[in-house]
Nanobody, 117 residues
Framework: QVQLVESGGGLVQPGGSLRLSCAAS????????MGWYRQAPGKQREFVAR???????FYADSVKGRFTISRDNANNMMYLQMDNLTPEDTAVYYC???????????WGQGTQVTVSS
């Protein structure tokens, strides 16, 4: 059974920071490339960042230099440090495998990030 539980979201002012956490009940977690996605109101879900099993990272252009993805394979955890947040970062954030496997339909409830003054 796959379970993905995101946490750490909240309301923050522009320029502020948040750290998101992902607890993944996923067999062979340490072998999978994992990623963060987000969905803003009225928009499609989009890719944010990914990290391979050995820690190689890749970021969407919109977050490069501001967000940092990391993982703890021993505890099946993944994190997203978000700095210098802007209102355009407002969205529900999700963690999952990256890329998503074919016919993969497991998602957590997400965690809401709101950037507003």
């Amino acid at each position: 059974q796959v379970q993905l539980v995101e946490s750490g979201g909240g309301l923050v002012q522009p320029g502020g920071s948040l750290r998101l956490s992902c607890a993944a009940s996923l067999s062979d977690f340490k072998l999978h490339t994992m990623g963060w996605y987000r969905q803003a109101p009225g928009k499609q879900r989009e890719f944010v960042a990914r990290i391979t099993s050995i820690g190689v990272t890749f970021y969407a252009d919109s977050v490069k230099g501001r967000f940092t993805i990391s993982r703890d394979n021993a505890n099946n955890m993944m994190y997203l440090q978000m700095d210098n947040l802007t209102p355009e970062d407002t969205a529900v954030y999700y963690c999952n495998r990256s890329p998503l496997p074919v016919n993969w339909d497991y998602w957590g409830q997400g965690t809401q990030v709101t950037v507003s003054s």
